[in-house]
């Protein structure tokens, strides 16, 4: 594919997406860790427009002046921007607006493809793209927790594009062993990769134990009604205060009518069988039913270095690794040093990635990050084991 | 005028200040004591659906069953209700949804309204209407806040149907003497009034002075000017504490650039000229400019006894008596009751009408009333002293 | 009684109810509306210094340069204060300190009340010693409170000086009717009163009943076995947000166990009997209290019209008054004018006194205001209804 | 020493650090980070008393049944407890009743270490003793804390027993370089260690330049000069709003007039030459230095395998490691269990021990853990960088 063709069906992925909405649809954000989805196709058309447009195009003419304080989402740099917590109070630009701004960017961006590009283009070009299919994920999240928190079960879809709640284990769970010794991991700079992945470096690890599997529904269930979340002993301290504080008994999504269980999904709740592989747990979850199960989650070096010999790919699977940076991390200069780097605290890392995760958006050495608390994200559990 | 006419013109009322308005600015909810425009409309159709037509129209089928969950505002009698804050959750029923709700319900009450109707029906339409003329009030006031709070000034109508920031005083203030003596306050019982307004009643009031006009703009800002909003001697030690923690040293929608004054208006932001009735105050500074005056809020009472002495309409004016029942006052029974008598603590009464108040929904007795730090109303100062 | 024997009187009243504790409960305050033991005997001493020694003592020393900043209660013209939330942070000056504090003001205004008193004298000193009572009072609930969050019962007193929870009530309710016409109520000048109690006026009254007796324990057990706690129309709206929000059930100190009531007391936990005079209900309580009973609670007007029919002063009284000023009040010049006038808010007059009051300190003009949320004073309920 | 020997002098240090203090300043907890001394004197013999004496001296009667609840700091396993932030509601037992508790639990201690004591016994009293050390430290700091918060300098110790705000750098900072390979990291059992020390492993560690000397309080005024706190890139995203939202602009402890620098220490106010090492800063404060001077801070392994090079000991060190178990890491059975797994997430390591440290409590291998903002431990910086 040309830079022109990447872009234009990266692009209209967006699109799609977003193609059940109503306008109102566009709009939602009960929860200020997500954003309505008029906000993510702007955002998204801005960091082109700003990075791209602005910079490498002569005479370009930012389409609207104010944009850049409504869209710019966390990039100190580039000056003021809206409140984070407060994107849904804009109504303006409408959907409709938003669109045609959509409409002049590709166009732009087209133009400019299409004449002759240089490595640092192609480079800006490609983190453009990648930072779009981020946000389709996180499009998809948002949309999920806002139909979620109507009261009545709206759908975002009753054929959404991907298979929510339906993947099934396909294997029963096995150990994988793995030989203490020294591993490489972190990207080796052949293909796009984010600075957070960089550099590649030696780890040693002692010999251990990886689930060939993701946790399924079945087992979480068992979980639960050996008591799991009344029982201090398999929580963090503070993991127990959140159950506490927030009044948690289930995973996210999910409902109990008598003994039948069911999850809430892209279209609408289902019931659920037992056999589908577990998502939407917090890292808080995550440990602690490893804990219950006598095992412990795997780092991220563990699972890197083994991602070989098992399959992932359906939900990003909770490491016992704190998001920092890699030996040799250098944050890049100007705004976009702003991408990685200042979030290097207090988060865990997930690997692999989802069903929600675009088309040729993964990679082994891919380092995703949420705060322990959080659900919304298509996010299970990968056990492991001491040798 | 029939019944049938009275009620088709209330209601087109209601869609006339919708008209220009976009889809998504029907979703405004910025603060938790405003409420979205599609709310509005809706909550106003739900009334009439929930009070006469469910129960007075044999065989009547509910429009959907989901309605009374969405639109009941603080009925307990009535049922579960989406919590208040969350409104803007909803982003079904769409607009269009909505007005169609409406259109069904205009349908089934012009029909019921052009049969034979009791004195029963006669008052529940009454009151469905003076309900429906409150949220016409409160949709100008909910759009004008949510407008106020996009970052760039985006506008409401340039030519809105009220003129806001815009009425000038048109007399000079003078001290209006009023005698000590008997005086009676209240509903008589001509024409509509809410339970609020009885029973009538004797009061007895010492001599007073109370101001034929309502406080001026650029009386307003000579108390700024004179340092009102940093000396403490004027405030109520709680309007104190609320000037601190939010920051507050203007009126609502005021800005100060150099030594010039503006306001947002439903037209944008206009200059102050000091020509204009004040507008957008809490009672907390309605009384703090009083007490730098040298002067007081007049009693509810004192008000009701004058009000034939000078003109009012334009500001609610904000009085110095707490809300709470008149003597010989009846909380009705159902749900009906719920519409003020649970309200009675915490609040100060409101008298007059604005230039927001629909048109016939105006009587010297009418009882508004808000919390003391409100000022998203049209709500203004008539000042009072002793004799 | 001199003026020296007075002050001697008060000040040794204040220092016998703190006989029975020990250094550490004098810093008790666990909830920012109370303050510790130390500080209430400091603050009293501090307000001798300030309004009179500073005053009106030629050369007079201030005995701590410190001390106004630490037990300044809320007088902003008097400058800084320690935060009223903060007041247990301060472990200096210690318990002893204090008491020296307190000697030597003693000394200082017995060598001054030995001396010519002018009129300005004599009304400083009894605002001083009339504002050491109201501490007085403060200083038993406080402790109450104070006492009651220990996780086992320790006991202020095993034979406390007031018979906290131990009287009963010696008539049956029987209603007095009092006829319409009209009154006056206020001060009359006669003997000291507060700024708030005047100017004296008429009110005019509809005719109207009240009971000759507060209410009992054994009818409110009623209301509760009733579920008055949870049937939401006996309540005020905000009322039953705060039932919700602080999951109240009980009257404050309640509790039970079986079908048993017992109450905390200045002596431990007792059993309610069914016959003791209702005490520690917020306005709310009473509220809902005098609707379930179809009654409701008196005006300030009508409490005071007919005080001298039935026998006050077990609890203190809610009466369905705000706290504003009276007809002709006026504000006094500098400091002293912070005692009242600047919390005619939002909160709610009790009349009457109660058995924490301290002798000598109650008289039917008297108004007591506390917020409607707050039940650690001795407040009960008397009713009243429409003739 | 015997284990007698050993007991009797660690709790006599604690009690030594209690000297200075008057009954009420036993009672401090301004923040509920820390615990008033009366607790720490009283928890610590709750240890011994819970898990030694109670569990192996036969017929052994508790104390007094209410200190296992007033006193249980966070065993869930060993039942309800008192709330940590209102541990200073507690007025009883009084501070003679606690040293009467700490004196019983000493004659029983006593008594029972000059028996026979097996492998097991030691290892308890070995715990005890790190906990009450542990203790001594937060003893300090907690008062340090309690005493800043005072209105005016009230100081715990005019020659306090440790050099507070004293410490002079000796060495102008200097790099040590160390080379690739892997290394060895946690304890290998020889002499006590906490169980988050084990197990030992090994680590492959890039080659770096590690400081030779901590930060000095000169170094750190050149970072305020320069507009370190006012620069969003040098911070993490969270801190930045962390000094946003407390309104944080030096280090705590820290003012400035004029030009001067002076910091609160526990013998009161004293000036900051520029030569002291740099105490009392959050992992925050650490990272956003060490990224201004285009540094880093180390991670564990590499402080604790270069720690043989560089002096240490007057603060502890933040590092750049999140507080997560070791390869091969067991939680213990039993409450003892709690003591450090529960706490591994969102914490950062800090290595070394601090002028506040007691004697014979550190070790290279010593794990120290910290929430990222909080500063009031003595708490210092030491640089790293990429060779």
New interface residues.
């Given amino acids: 594919m040309t830079p022109a063709q990447s872009y234009a069906k990266v692009r209209a992925h967006t699109e799609q997406i977003c193609k059940p909405l ?7 954000q ?1 929860f200020s860790f997500g954003s309505p989805a008029k906000w993510h196709l702007a955002h998204t058309s801005w960091f082109f427009e700003t990075f791209i447009l602005k910079e490498h195009v002569k005479d370009y003419q930012i389409y609207d002046e ?1 944009f850049p ?2 869209f710019n989402s ?1 990039y ?2 580039l000056g003021e921007r ?1 409140q984070r917590d ?1 994107r ?5 630009p ?2 409709d607006e938003v669109y045609s701004y959509r409409t002049h960017i590709d166009e732009a961006m087209h133009q400019f493809l299409n004449g002759d590009l240089t490595e640092e283009i192609i480079g800006l070009l490609t983190i453009g793209l990648q930072h779009e299919q981020q946000h389709q994920e996180l499009l998809l999240t948002d949309l999920k927790i ?1 139909f979620s ?4 079960d ?1 759908v975002y879809d009753t054929h959404p594009m991907i298979p929510d709640g339906e993947v099934l284990s396909n294997s029963s769970p096995e150990w994988i062993e793995v030989d203490a010794g ?1 591993y490489e991991i972190g990207h080796d700079g052949d293909g796009f990769a984010f600075d957070n992945e960089y550099t590649r ?6 010999s ?1 134990q990886i689930s060939n599997t993701p946790v399924t529904t079945g087992e979480f269930i068992e979980f639960i009604e050996a008591g799991g979340y009344e029982n ?2 398999y ?6 205060h959140w159950l506490q504080d927030e009044g948690i008994k289930l995973p996210l999504y999910w409902e109990k009518d008598g003994d039948k269980y069911s999850q809430f999904t892209l279209s609408g709740r289902i019931p659920i069988t037992g056999k589908e592989i577990m998502q939407h747990v917090s ?2 979850e995550a ?1 602690a039913f490893a804990a219950w199960k006598g095992c ?1 989650l795997p780092t991220e070096a563990e699972w890197e270095a083994a991602n070989h010999m098992f399959s992932w790919g359906v939900v990003w699977e909770w490491t ?3 998001y ?2 890699y ?2 991390y250098k944050k890049p200069e100007g705004a976009v ?1 702003e991408y990685n780097g ?5 988060q ?1 890392v997930l690997r692999g990635s989802s069903i929600a995760t675009s088309p040729n958006h993964s990679r082994p050495t891919y380092r995703n990050f949420f705060h ?1 608390n959080l659900r919304w994200q298509f996010s299970g559990i990968r056990l492991a084991k ?1 040798a």
């Fill in positions: 109503k306008v109102e649809d566009y709009a939602m009960p104010k304080f409504y966390y100190q740099t809206q407060q849904a109070w804009l109504t303006r409408t959907v806002g928190v109507q009261p009545f709206v020294l470096h030696k780890v040693y690890l002692e251990y201090f002993k929580w963090h301290d503070e993991a127990w890292y808080y440990a412990r016992n690794s704190a920092l940076p030996p040799g040093g200042k979030f290097m605290v207090n865990m322990t001491d």
